[in-house]
Every structure is written in structure tokens, then in C-alpha cells.
Antibody, heavy 126, light 107 residues
């Protein structure tokens, strides 16, 4: 079964750090682009960042709101994706989803997120 | 950054109704649009990618169209399980962005 399971969420003070983990199973992890998407309470979806697949060197992209504070990394040996979050702000409070990007054509623009984790809650508050 | 504006933001409809949701981009994005459905407390679900390609397993009552700056998601006959919030997303350029969402509720 294709599955993504996030962990690592919790309550953190403003200015603090947190690392989210996402364990993947049931598919060849290194073949896929992987995204982090968040959703603040009662709000819409916000794309946080992406790592391209192994063939593209696991290069990354970030939303402006998190660039310089968040970083995405991969551990192939553990089939895991990570989101390191530093200098956290109250506005980073959200459910964070790990997500697999799918495309059948080889062009990531012609695809979408077909597998989502269950989400992990991050609350930034003093 | 490319802004996506969905309309309406809220829609009240009955089972069996035909429903259309619009997503307008602030600049041309070819056909690089994705549509998702989200129910409360759940992760989103992929419905349509590349503006008009139905994801495997998604009922054929869902369809998508458009290119450039204007896109539509149509549900031909609304079913009880379709009451949810719908989001569009553009994949044309970074940063990737989502529309604000359209909540479809029961009339």
C-alpha cells in the first residue's frame, strides 16, 4: 500500500525549531517529486516547498513565506522526507502535509499530488 | 507570484445540480492546473490534473477545462459525497500556489 506517515509536530515557542518527518512506503521514493503543503486552522491550502526526485538531484524550491527558515531534506536509506523549520512564527501554525507528486508524462507540470499523509499539527505559541 | 482566484468562494446547491467552479490566474499558465477536493479533517484528494485529465478512480461526473488564465471544474450531477471544499493549484511556475477554495454546501 502506498502510504505517507508524518510525525514530529507539536507545540513550539516563537523563534524555536522543529523537524517534521515523513516516512514513505509502497513506492520507489527516489522516483518522485515530494511536496510539503500546510493548512492553517480554518484556512486554505498553502504550498510550502518541494524536493525534486533523485534524477534531478533532490533540488528544492520554497514558498517566499518560509524561504531561508525552512529546509527540505531526504534520507533515501530510510525512505524519509524531512522539513526542518527554524525561526518559527505564530503564522506558521498549521497542519503540515507531506505529499507525493505524480505525473505520467515526465513533465511535473502535467501532474498533481496523488498521495497525501494524514497531516501533523504544528502550533507556534508562547 | 501567480495568484489564483476562485469563484464563487461559497456555493449552495442540491443533489443532482450541475455545479461549475472557476479559477482565474493572474497570468497565463497554459494548462498546468490541478483540482482537489477536501472534506473536513481530511487530506485533499486529487480530482483533475493538466486542466482536464481525470485522475484514475475519480467519477466521470467531474470534468475540467480551460487554458491560459481561466479554468473551470464542473460537476455534472452533484452527489451527497461531493459536498466539500474544492481547490485549484497552478504548477506552471514556482512558487506553486493554490486558489482560496470553494466550499460547496447542501441547499
Amino acid at each position: 500500500e502506498v502510504q505517507l506517515v508524518e510525525s514530529g509536530g507539536g507545540l513550539v515557542q516563537p523563534g524555536g525549531s522543529l523537524r517534521l518527518s515523513c516516512a514513505a512506503s509502497g513506492f520507489t521514493f527516489s522516483d518522485h517529486y515530494m511536496d510539503w503543503v500546510r493548512q492553517a486552522p480554518g484556512k486554505g491550502l498553502e504550498w510550502v516547498g518541494r524536493t525534486r526526485n533523485k534524477a534531478k538531484g533532490y533540488t528544492t524550491e520554497y514558498a517566499a513565506s518560509v524561504k531561508g527558515r525552512f529546509s527540505i531534506s531526504i534520507d533515501e536509506s530510510k525512505n524519509s522526507l524531512y522539513l526542518q523549520m527554524n525561526s518559527l512564527k505564530a503564522e506558521d501554525t498549521a497542519v503540515y502535509y507531506c505529499a507525493r507528486h505524480y505525473d505520467s508524462s515526465g513533465d511535473p507540470r502535467k501532474g498533481g499530488i496523488d498521495v497525501w499523509g494524514q497531516g501533523t499539527m504544528v502550533a507556534v505559541s508562547s | 507570484d501567480i495568484q489564483l482566484t476562485q469563484s464563487p468562494s461559497f456555493l449552495s446547491a442540491s443533489v443532482g445540480d450541475r455545479v461549475t467552479i472557476t479559477c482565474r490566474a493572474s497570468q497565463g499558465i497554459s494548462s498546468y492546473v490541478v483540482w482537489y477536493l477536501q472534506k473536513p479533517g481530511k487530506a485533499p484528494k486529487l480530482l483533475i490534473y493538466a486542466a482536464s485529465t481525470l485522475q484514475s478512480g475519480v467519477p466521470s461526473r467531474f470534468s475540467g477545462s480551460g487554458s491560459g488564465t481561466e479554468f473551470t471544474l464542473t460537476i455534472s450531477s452533484l452527489q451527497p459525497e461531493d459536498f466539500a471544499t474544492y481547490y485549484c493549484q497552478q504548477l506552471n511556475s514556482y512558487p506553486l500556489t493554490f486558489g482560496g477554495g470553494t466550499k460547496v454546501e447542501i441547499k
